[in-house]
């Protein structure tokens, strides 16, 4: 599954939408990488309000996911090994 993330009301769905299809509670992922239950909520709820980047890697870890970056308009298949 490849999301294309445009904004963060559409990041905390597909986030929570991950985290509910592994069957794992927010406290659970939170537990995995040390954050607390009320971050992985302000996660999922688009109140990224005192959040941090680190905060927001970690669930991604949790939840076994990767962040990708790429340019707009490229496939990840086409930008594997160059600059």
């Known amino acids: 599954m490849e999301k294309i993330i445009r904004d963060?009301?559409?990041?905390?769905?597909?986030?929570?939408?991950c985290r509910k299809a592994r069957a794992i509670t927010q406290a659970d992922a939170g537990k995995r990488v040390g954050l607390q239950q009320?971050?992985?909520?302000?996660?999922?709820?688009?109140?990224?309000?005192?959040?941090?980047?680190?905060?927001l890697l970690k669930l991604?870890?949790?939840?076994?996911?990767?962040?990708?970056?790429?340019?707009?308009?490229?496939?990840?298949?086409?930008t594997r090994g160059e600059w």
Request: hydrophobic content about 35%.
């Open 8 to 17: 963060s009301s559409h990041l905390a769905t597909v986030l929570r939408a």
């Open 38 to 55: 009320k971050t992985v909520s302000r996660l999922e709820s688009e109140q990224l309000g005192g959040c941090t980047v680190d905060s």
């Open 60 to 78: 991604i870890t949790a939840l076994e996911l990767d962040l990708v970056i790429r340019p707009k308009g490229h496939d990840a298949s086409s």
